[in-house]
């Protein structure tokens, strides 16, 4: 009598198992696809905020007393500059 009730238990957790298994497959396809879907297209969403964060971190640096150098890329204030190379203009630190 035990064996009876035992086998169907045994099936049922099987089924679930199995059927859990699925599920958590199916999930997770879904899950990579969507993150794949959304990496693709990400200057839809990503593109549209870089640029403009570019674009305040652009205009912002380049003050009427301030140049940024070529050579270092850093922000000095007109007094650190030495020269203006074909670049762009060098700080003293990159020119010495
Ligand atoms: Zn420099």
Redesign the pocket.
Known sequence: MATDYDAPRKNEEEGNESIEALKAARSNQTTSVESEDADNPSFVLGGNDLSNVELDVVVLPPQQDEFT?M??F?V?HRSQLDHADTSGP??K??SA
């Open positions: 150098c050579s270092c850093l000095k060098i700080c630190d990159c």
